[in-house]
């Protein structure tokens, strides 16, 4: 069974984001400041205890998370799936605007999505090695 972790352990780096709109869409994202964390590898990101994949996009104005989905394969081609982020802020009734936190459990791995004071606990799952994740990356295309 996998340790957990409190988002308030000092292992646990926390980094402001805000709800913005973005896109053609306008449908609601998670902003983070340019350098907070490592973009474009797909990473899993947790929210009320579940497990979701995402991937941080930096962009001319930071860094954005556009959508979690449910498994890496669906996150990847982003296609009529259902955005579990949308989900998630819409059921956390965190609207446009609101700050949330980040955590990063493990950088470039596993993050947090919570809303600013509330504490949690994460599995801290810990990342693959690396020649692993290669073949995974290999198999999935």
Do not use: Q
Request: charged letters at 35%.
């Amino acid at each position: 069974m996998a340790d957990r972790v409190a988002s308030d352990n000092p292992s646990v780096t926390t980094h402001d984001a805000r709800v913005v709109r973005a896109g053609g869409t306008r449908r609601p994202c998670v902003r983070l400041p340019a350098d907070a964390v490592p973009t474009d590898d797909y990473v899993r990101v947790v929210c009320d205890g579940r497990e979701y994949h995402g991937r941080f996009v930096a962009d001319s104005e930071g860094i954005v998370l556009r959508g979690l989905y449910d498994n890496r394969r669906i996150a990847r081609e982003d296609r009529d799936a259902p955005n579990r982020l949308v989900e998630w802020l819409a059921s956390a009734d965190v609207e446009i605007g609101r700050m949330i936190a980040c955590d990063e459990i493990e950088s470039g791995f596993l993050y947090g999505l919570r809303k600013p004071g509330e504490r949690v606990f994460y599995d801290a799952t810990e990342s693959p090695d690396s020649s692993l994740a290669d073949i995974a990356r290999n198999l999935d295309g």
